[in-house]
């Protein structure tokens, strides 16, 4: 057995959780431990044996890690958190915000390229495999159309936005594909689809005592940007209702590539996820370009790279010979 | 606009015509020219403009093609061909006999590394693109079970079984999903599935004159290997309907990873694809790996690759900067 690959959690929300279990299901990787910016004591971590440091201890720790996995925020920790470590570190992010990928990926570079490092950004699913299928399809099918499904799945925008309207005591929003939508393109219409053709949302609320469901769901409904666009649902349940079944984080969805090879000849190419917990699935995504990072920062290969940079075979732990004869 | 990427074809049957065709979807790619061991003015091809020559004129033309795409038989040619050619020539293949890929890729290795070309063998979808689905699901989610099922697809090999029966004229064969399978692995079962579980057959048969149709019938259904494991079931038609409605080449299938990341959460990963002409697939794979292999080739990337070992950036036409900006 050659040497593990060692790994560093930075932050220990939902994502850092689920990389410290997707870790352990994997033989060749080690987790040296979680950096948090919060007080390392008061970090409760799933494994008693996983230690706990303050992330300004990271400096005196560099040698012992191969590659850091951040699982801060898009918004406010990784824009800064990235190419801050990746000066120092090898490091993989799941930076989501589509729109600012492009200047995310110029800083992280800067940095990697100067530190020496291999920085892989935006993976986990969407941006991710998904990334990847919309590639593939329009790589393979260059005349055809890619659509994105998401759901369904618990979107913590929106039930933020819920929990905000007047009489709301707590409530949840799940976005659903519309499956009439799913199945036009999968029988290769190409359609086009408009924002409340493609999903649907659903909603399901504990009312404050006395408060009125009529006026509320008006509230929901009628929610500018948010849920006005979509037809919605809204199903009033109980606290009780809402503690027994609404506690999960699944999400998932659907990229589906509909094109012509020639003339009358149609061919669809779909990818899709069934997630029973969002977090723990991308955090498993996170982990595997781990290893690739670590393998890439080996060969010298340097600087930002995204899942399109990654050769497949480096995320698995498997030799290359091993691959081709049982998996090709 | 850059200088596109010169492309010989080598071999003219379905999947060859699929290349011509894929070719002229893509305007960065040209086709140099088709190269064939027949009469090359007995070749007629799709497009009139595509100069035909034979097989050894390959000599002569060596400074004018980025890549040769192989498409001869995995039984008979490719064994031979991708070796020979590599020696000279960046290639592609869609050799398919997956006991014997290691074997395959250490003799084009060999001849790919000594030639110092770029040889990009086993593409197509299986091996191809189930082939990265399946490394995919087990990279990420390792406690697992990896279920392929084909079809619906046009069987050649029991197509020619069915027309080798005493009383059959003409005959097509088709192989089912069996949609209880699919479901109950989707639905996270991990279910053991037997050969007759997992895939069905149909058979569209047209008897000679004064055949008994229950003796073709029964003949077929016991065929060791080719029918006896599987449910089959024989449909009698007129060589009308035969010519009318099974002229196509569909295919398809779906690669379903179902894993779990903790004890409590089920994650699914399904790939699939609905095909209405295979070899137009499978010809459309393999052109945009030979984008792929005349990028790594002028990489001075050189030896025999897997679809494992490209980077997927590789495959598009766009910049990557363009991919991160538009597909991330």
């Known amino acids: 057995m050659s040497t593990p690959i060692r790994i560093g959690i930075v932050g220990y929300g939902n994502l850092g959780r689920g990389v410290e279990q997707a870790i352990s299901l994997n033989d060749d990787l080690q987790l040296v431990g979680v950096f948090t910016r919060r007080d390392p004591g008061s970090v409760q971590t799933l494994s008693p044996n996983t230690s706990v440091h303050a992330l300004a201890d990271l400096d005196g720790t560099h040698a012992d890690i191969d590659v850091l996995v951040l699982c801060g925020g898009s918004r406010d920790d990784l824009p800064r958190q990235s190419p801050e470590l990746a000066q120092r570190f090898s490091i993989v992010d799941s930076y989501d915000n589509h729109a600012h990928i492009p200047e995310h990926f110029e800083a992280v570079d800067a940095a990697a390229r100067a530190g020496a490092t291999t920085a892989i950004i935006s993976t986990g699913w969407d941006p991710g495999l998904f990334s990847l299928n919309r590639l593939l399809g329009e790589a393979i099918l260059p005349h055809g159309h890619t659509y994105t499904f998401w759901g369904k799945g618990l979107s913590q925008g929106h039930s933020d936005a819920i929990r905000r309207v007047p009489g709301v005591a707590a409530g949840v929003q799940y976005t659903l594909p519309a499956a009439d939508a799913i199945e036009r393109v999968r029988a290769g219409e190409n359609p086009e689809l408009s924002a409340r053709e493609r999903h649907t949302r659903e909603c399901f609320v504990v009312l404050e005592p006395g408060a009125d469901p009529e006026v509320v769901r008006t509230q929901i409904v009628t929610m500018p940007d948010y849920f006005e666009p979509y037809d919605t649902t809204v199903h009033f349940i109980t606290a009780e209702e809402l503690a027994a079944n609404h506690q999960g984080m699944p999400h998932g969805g659907f990229v589906i590539r509909s094109g012509n090879s020639s003339t009358d000849q149609q061919q669809v190419i779909e990818f899709g996820l069934k997630l029973d917990s969002n977090p ?11 290893r690739a990072a670590a393998r890439m920062a080996a060969a010298v290969d340097h600087g930002a790279k995204t899942l399109f940079d990654v050769a497949p075979g ?8 091993q691959l081709r004869a049982d998996l090709l």
């Open 280 to 290: 723990e699935f991308t955090a498993s995504v996170l982990v595997a370009y781990a």
């Open 314 to 321: 480096l995320l698995s732990p498997r030799s290359a010979a």
